[in-house]
T-cell receptor
C-alpha cells in the first residue's frame, strides 16, 4: 500500500514568510509524528498526534510553529515569520494506534520536506 | 530526559568486511525500545533493527545484529558482509511509552562501504 507522503518535497521561502508543510500518513494510522532534521544532525522530535489531538507538543521550538490534524488523518505543520534557522528537513512519521508492550508501534517515515529560508 | 550518544561521526569499511557502530544512551526508565535507522541520500528513514529492553536476547536481522548491554546502557550495531548499498547515515534511537513512543535520535554515524 501507499506509504507516508509529504508535500512539497522542497520549499524555498524568504525570511519572514509563512509556510505550510503537509503530511499524509498511512491509511488507518492514528499516531502521527513530526521531526526536524538540521544539517549533520539526527532528527529532533517536534510534536505528535494521537488521532486529532496533539498529545505532546513539547518539541516545538517556539510559538511560531504550530501543527494541526483536524480529521485525524492529514497533518499540516505551519511556520510563521520564518527565520534562516528554520532551514532543515522536516520529517513526518505515522504508526498504528499506540499500545504498550509487548506490542511495538513501528513508525513509518515519509521522504521529508526540505525547507530553505533565504 | 533521555540522551542518545553516537561517538563515531564517520566510519569506513571494505566490502564483505564487518563493521560495528557504537551507541550509548541514558535513561531512568526500565521499559523502552532501541532502534537503528538507516538514512541514505534519498532522506528516507529505514528501520534496520529494533530491540525491546525487556528482552535479553540480542536482535538479529539477516546481516545486521545488535549487542545490547542493558546495565552498561550500550547498544551497538554489527553489519556483517558489508555491501556497497549499506553506505548511508546510521542513527541510533530510543523510545518509550512515557513520550508516546516519539523517537529520540543520536547525531548519527556516516558509514562508507568501499569496494
Amino acid at each position: 500500500g501507499a506509504g507516508v507522503s509529504q508535500t512539497p518535497s522542497n520549499k524555498v521561502t524568504e525570511k519572514g514568510k509563512y509556510v505550510e508543510l503537509r503530511c499524509d500518513p498511512i491509511s488507518g494510522h492514528t499516531a502521527l509524528y513530526w521531526y526536524r532534521q538540521s544539517l549533520g544532525q539526527g532528527p529532533e522530535f517536534l510534536i505528535y498526534f494521537q488521532g486529532t489531538g496533539a498529545a505532546d507538543d513539547s518539541g516545538l521550538p517556539n510559538d511560531r510553529f504550530f501543527a494541526v490534524r483536524p480529521e485525524g488523518s492529514v497533518s499540516t505543520l505551519k511556520i510563521q515569520r520564518t527565520e534562516r534557522g528554520d532551514s532543515a528537513v522536516y520529517l513526518c512519521a505515522s504508526s498504528v494506534a499506540l499500545r504498550g508492550a509487548p506490542y511495538y508501534n513501528e513508525q513509518f517515515f515519509g521522504p521529508g520536506t526540505r525547507l530553505t529560508v533565504l | 530526559a533521555q540522551t542518545v550518544t553516537q561517538s563515531q561521526p564517520e566510519m569506513s569499511v571494505q566490502e564483505a568486511e564487518t563493521v560495528t557502530l557504537s551507541c550509548t544512551y541514558d535513561t531512568s526508565e526500565s521499559n523502552y525500545y532501541l532502534f537503528w535507522y538507516k538514512q541514505p541520500p534519498s532522506r528516507q528513514m529505514i528501520l534496520v533493527i529494533r530491540q525491546e529492553a525487556y528482552k535479553q536476547q540480542n536482535a538479529t536481522e539477516n546481516r545486521f545484529s545488535v549487542n545490547f548491554q542493558k546495565a552498561a546502557k550500550s547498544f551497538s550495531l554489527k553489519i556483517s558482509d558489508s555491501q556497497l548499498g549499506d553506505t548511508a547515515m546510521y542513527f541510533c534511537a530510543f523510545s518509550s511509552s512515557n513520550s508516546g513512543y516519539a523517537l529520540n535520535f543520536g547525531k548519527g554515524t556516516s558509514l562508507l562501504v568501499t569496494p
